[in-house]
């Protein structure tokens, strides 16, 4: 079945201690984006690319990155990671937008990450 | 004012009742809107997408569309366990392509 991966599925990390997260896909979409999602609260987009093309939320902080090296994959490195960072993480994927906006959005399962 | 918001919850309804989730949205030129359900825990899973005026159905669900009230809800039917659950209401305007903006969710619990 074509679906979004996540890994790992929970992460532990220390204050400060870089960490990367990690999306794939096989769904072949043009799309793909990466959520904050605290408890009761929305997800909140950090970022997407379209294609290799990179898309920042003004709001996003800069300790905050991401890589996509190549269609099926995306990271979202996080380099210096506070108490306040503990979240879960989104990645979704669509096929494709355009001035409507995007089509569906298919979620992976998420990344729980604690900060320590 | 939120750009999307909805009912504050939680909403609690009987098994086989009608549950009905409510979704107003800001931006007059929104094309696209979504409810996507979200088990505790767990990632948000789509149910429905609508585009235009009216209803659309699927299963028990039914998405319903206002474009000039700018609203958008959810009818759940027969209202089982299984559907206790957060609901987010995600709409993509035309300012914003790409992006959806989501809603803060209304929880659902259905009890038997």
């Known amino acids: 079945d074509a679906m979004v991966i996540q890994n790992p599925r929970y992460q532990v990390t220390q204050f400060g201690k870089p960490v990367t997260l990690s999306c794939s896909q096989t769904?072949?979409?043009?799309?793909m984006y990466w959520y904050q999602q605290k408890s009761s609260q929305a997800p909140k987009l950090l970022f997407h690319?379209?294609?290799?093309?990179?898309?920042n939320e003004a709001d996003t902080p800069d300790n905050f990155q991401s890589r996509r090296p190549n269609t099926s994959f995306c990271f979202l490195d996080i380099r210096s990671p506070g108490l306040g960072d503990a979240a879960m993480y989104l990645c979704?994927?669509?096929?494709?937008?355009?001035?409507?906006?995007?089509?569906?959005?298919?979620f992976g399962p998420g990344t729980r990450l604690t900060v320590t | 004012q939120k750009e999307v918001e909805q009912n504050s919850g939680p909403l609690s309804v009987p098994e086989g009742a009608i549950a009905s989730l409510n979704c107003t949205y800001s931006?007059?030129?929104?094309?696209?809107f979504f409810w996507y359900r979200q088990y505790s825990g767990k990632s948000p899973e789509l149910i429905m997408s609508?585009?235009?005026?009216g209803d659309k159905e699927d299963g028990r669900f039914t998405a319903q569309l206002n474009k000039a009230s700018q609203y958008v809800s959810l009818l759940i039917r027969d209202s089982q366990p299984s559907d206790s659950a957060t609901y987010l209401c995600?709409?993509?305007?035309?300012?914003?392509?790409?992006?959806?903006?989501f809603g803060d969710g209304t929880t659902l619990t259905v009890k038997p």
């Open positions: 979704a994927t669509s096929r494709d937008y355009s001035w409507a906006g995007p089509y569906e959005q298919y």
């Open positions: 769904l072949n979409h043009n799309v």
């Open positions: 690319y379209y294609d290799k093309d990179f898309n």
């Open positions: 931006d007059r030129g929104s094309q696209s």
């Open positions: 609508i585009y235009s005026n």
């Open positions: 995600a709409v993509n305007g035309n300012t914003n392509a790409g992006k959806s903006t």
